[in-house]
Structures are given as structure tokens and as C-alpha cells.
């Protein structure tokens, strides 16, 4: 069965510091990650997906198949990246039942302080 | 609509009462899920359909927990003989064909509070 662990429900930093949020999968097929975020009385909304290969808000996350993780990076905390950050997985076994269908982690709360 | 739309926003009820969660997806979305969110807790998955594929209930946390949903539209989760800690914020998402990669797009939830 498909897992996301995010180890840390709570990270705190100075703004201008750099930031990291763990998350380690288990899947056996080629997995499709993703990092959601959820401002202070916001929806929760997509920030990046690995296929994307993006930068969003100074945000990155690499693919480690080797390690099985998708940490969630950014050099320069700011105060407005204060949020719920979940890491996501994707079941990617097409024909089955569950096909497309997200596992979540359990959040990190990251607060940036100034 | 422009969004996921979910109702009701807020639902104070009665420990033992049956409650009824509504969430309309984005027109066309094929994929729906149902997640629950306890307090300082994270996602919990509690069932995802699917276009015209049988329903993955993997999540529902026990017989009291269902959900239905009319073709490609409207969904209503009921919870049966509520108890108080089903207490959570019950997030409805959408995706357009539940594709893996596709984003999902959550509502803004229903805030249940069993008394």
C-alpha cells in the first residue's frame, strides 16, 4: 500500500532561512508527487508536482528514488510561507480501482518567524 | 461554479443524529474524494470515486460512515449515529479525469461538530 511520512508536524525558522520539510514514500510502482499547502483560512491548493520540475513561490523538490523522498526545499524563508504543507502521492497503476487517487501525509506546520 | 462548492459550511449536531455532507465538484471533473481533517491533525482519506468505477472506500472508518455520488455531479457523504469524534472539518476535492499528475481542487470544507 501506498505511504507518505512527513516526520516533522511542526518546523519553525527565522525569515531568511533556509527551509527544508521532509517527506519519504513508499510505493511500488514509479510514483507521482506532489506538495499542497494551506494558508491561514485558505483552501488547500497545489504548490508543485515533481513531473513539473518547477519552482513555485522559491519552492523546489527533487525526486529521490534512491532515498524514496520528495523534500520540500527553499533558501530564503520568507513570513508568508507560514502554512500546512502536505505531501502528496498519486496512485499511478492504471486500471485499478484506486487510480489517481492521493495519499496524503500527515502535515508539516511550518511557521516563519521574523 | 468556479470552484468545489461544499454545504454546509458549518453543522453543529447532536451526539446519535445523522448527518448529511453535500459537495458539488467542478463541472466536468470526473474524480471526486472525500477527506476528513481532525483538529491539528492531517488528511484522512475517506473514499474516492471515479467516473463509472466502483467506488474506493478503503478510507470510510467504520459502517456508519457512506457516500454516494450521482454520475459525474453531486456527492453526499452521511454519517449515521454521529459520535463525537467525527468532530472534524470533511474536505470534498475534484480532479478532471482522476488521471495520476492531475491537480485535485479542494473546497473549502464542512465544519461537523458533534455535541
Known amino acids: 500500500a501506498q505511504r507518505v511520512t512527513q516526520p516533522e508536524k511542526l518546523l519553525s525558522v527565522f525569515k531568511g532561512a533556509p527551509v527544508e520539510l521532509k517527506c519519504n514514500y513508499s510505493y511500488s510502482g514509479s510514483p507521482e508527487l506532489f506538495w499542497y499547502v494551506q494558508y491561514s483560512r485558505q483552501r488547500l491548493q497545489l504548490l508543485l508536482r515533481?513531473?513539473s520540475r518547477e519552482s513555485i513561490k522559491g519552492f523546489t523538490a527533487d525526486l529521490n528514488k534512491g532515498e524514496t523522498s520528495f523534500h520540500l526545499k527553499k533558501p530564503f524563508a520568507q513570513e508568508e510561507d507560514s502554512a500546512m504543507y502536505y505531501c502528496?502521492?498519486?496512485?499511478?497503476?492504471?486500471?485499478?480501482?484506486?487510480?489517481?487517487?492521493?495519499?496524503f501525509g500527515q502535515g508539516t506546520i511550518l511557521t516563519v518567524h521574523p | 461554479g468556479a470552484g468545489v462548492s461544499q454545504s454546509p459550511s458549518n453543522k453543529v449536531t447532536e451526539k446519535g443524529k445523522d448527518v448529511e455532507l453535500r459537495c458539488d465538484p467542478i463541472?466536468?471533473?470526473?474524480?471526486l474524494y472525500w477527506y476528513r481533517q481532525r483538529l491539528g491533525q492531517g488528511l484522512e482519506f475517506l473514499i474516492y470515486f471515479q467516473g463509472n468505477s466502483a467506488p474506493d472506500k478503503s478510507g470510510l472508518p467504520s459502517d456508519r460512515f457512506s457516500a454516494e455520488r450521482t454520475g459525474e455531479s453531486v456527492s453526499t457523504l452521511t454519517i449515521q449515529r454521529t459520535q463525537q469524534e467525527d468532530s472534524a472539518v470533511y474536505l470534498c476535492?475534484?480532479?478532471?479525469?482522476?488521471?495520476?499528475?492531475?491537480?485535485?481542487?479542494f473546497g473549502e470544507g464542512s465544519w461537523l461538530t458533534v455535541v
Open positions: 502528496a502521492l498519486s496512485d499511478s497503476n492504471a486500471g485499478g480501482t484506486s487510480y489517481g487517487k492521493l495519499t
Open positions: 463541472s466536468g471533473h470526473t474524480a
Open positions: 515533481h513531473i
Open positions: 476535492a475534484s480532479s478532471p479525469q482522476g488521471l495520476a499528475g492531475n491537480t485535485i481542487y
